[in-house]
């Protein structure tokens, strides 16, 4: 019972994970056109079809396995009524000692034990027989070693800077991205401005684009089980490893794509009074720099989010704490949306904490973007398995491709404090 309570566990937990990057997937790609201004095209039509498909396939699954969990929770909450009825019950049979209210009492027991009164005699023989204490210690052939709950594993699977940029699907081992580099012209006809001519030569310059290339990179990890611990292991160890090697994929995806942000980024640098730690205003001062640069970059597509390494939290959480934040540039972060992922906004402008930014340096207080400067492609190929007869185990890996891409490097700014 407890070995198939951990295993639904285990796969409502993965369904719903699944669920909720199908999920980010589908409000990234419609952010991404509705950015754009434009309709959904047959790719993105395609996509959306497959992803409702497999979400409403994910939501089936979650619901029977639930309802099934709730019917187990039900049995198991019986079972153990009835057995603490019967321990209960047992126990007053059991328990009722032999006590005399008197030394009168006692002595009118003895005299007729003396006289032949067999119920005289056993309660004298109850009263006065030695017991022999039996410990836990004197059972341990037939004492159990109970694990209870589920595998703690501490690790932060969740991606808030992969899913605010949201997931592209990736479409073959390598690809092109257009981009324009050299832009039409327009002026004013004819070289004297204003007073110019007519029939004048209008300007002229030929637009020019050329491609980014991206290319597939391959993230994986395995892990050989023998069949003996997938048999014998309460929790279930394979379910344990392949969560695990999920997990891991998603940990390394988003520092893939928190590396590529610090290599291509652009220095907004804080001017603080003291040199030292900078307060709220010097903080929002570089933020809005950088907010203008990015503009300058992207001309005001995409939205423009704010992305926080776990270290730097205090920073930015403390000057903008939520107490009384009627003359405050933020409402602030509550300490109860700590985590990776949404912390809340600072000037309106969403601030994500995310640990795929833990190898920036210590000078870096934060990197503002446009979700328009930057994209991510993944192909996810999931968990594998192969079995291995003549070892008699089982081999498991978890594989993806995932390739961030900075289409734009001015669309992202670094905040530094280079004092």
């Known amino acids: 019972m407890g070995i198939n309570s951990h295993a639904n566990d285990a796969m409502i937990r993965r369904l719903e994970n699944e669920l909720e990057e199908r999920n980010a997937f589908v409000q990234g790609l419609i952010a991404n056109v509705q950015d754009a201004e434009r309709d959904l095209n047959d790719t993105e039509k395609s996509s959306l079809t497959e992803a409702r498909s497999r979400m409403g396939a994910l939501k089936d699954q979650i619901d029977q396995l639930e309802d099934t969990a709730r019917v187990a929770g039900e049995i198991a909450a019986r079972a153990k009524q009835v057995d603490h009825a019967i321990t209960t019950a047992r126990r007053s049979y059991e328990a009722g000692p032999i006590e005399y209210r008197s030394a009168g009492h006692y002595l009118v027991d003895h ?10 005699m056993e309660r004298i023989e109850i009263y006065t027989r030695a017991a022999a204490h039996q410990k836990t210690s004197d059972n341990l052939g037939v004492i159990p070693d109970p694990i209870v709950g589920e595998v703690l594993n501490f690790i932060d699977a969740s991606r808030p800077l992969v899913n605010a940029l949201g997931p592209r699907d990736m479409p073959s081992a390598t690809w092109y991205r257009p981009k324009v580099t050299a832009r039409t012209l327009v002026g004013v006809q004819g070289s004297a401005g204003a ?56 940990v390394q995806t988003e520092a893939a794509l928190g590396v590529a942000l610090i290599a291509g980024t652009n220095n907004v640098e804080l001017t603080t009074a003291s040199g030292g730690v900078p307060t709220a205003t010097e903080l929002t001062t570089a933020l809005w720099t950088a907010v203008a640069n990015v503009y300058a970059a992207t001309k005001g597509q995409g939205r423009v989010i704010l992305a926080i390494q776990p270290a730097k939290l205090g920073n930015w959480g403390s000057l903008f704490a939520p107490v009384n934040p009627q003359n405050s540039q933020s409402t602030g972060f509550q300490a109860a949306d700590f985590g990776q992922g949404l912390m809340g906004t600072v000037s309106g402008i969403p601030a994500y904490c995310s640990s795929g930014l833990v190898s920036a340096p210590a000078t870096t207080f934060g990197i503002v973007m446009s979700t328009a400067a930057v994209e991510v492609y993944e192909q996810r190929i999931g968990a594998l398995q192969a079995t291995e007869p003549s070892v008699l ?25 280079l004092a």
């Open 111 to 120: 005299v007729a034990a003396q006289t032949g009164s067999k119920s005289a």
């Open 195 to 250: 007073a110019a001519d007519e029939k004048s030569e209008l300007s002229s310059q030929k637009m020019t684009i050329t491609r980014l290339t991206g290319n597939a990179v391959t993230y994986g990890g395995y892990v050989n089980v023998s069949r003996q611990n997938m048999d014998f292991s309460s929790p279930q160890a394979m379910d344990a490893v392949v969560n695990d090697l999920a997990a891991q994929y998603a």
């Open 393 to 417: 185990g089982v081999q498991v890996a978890y594989a993806g491709y995932f390739t961030p891409m900075t289409v734009e490097t001015g669309g992202v700014q670094e905040i530094v404090n």
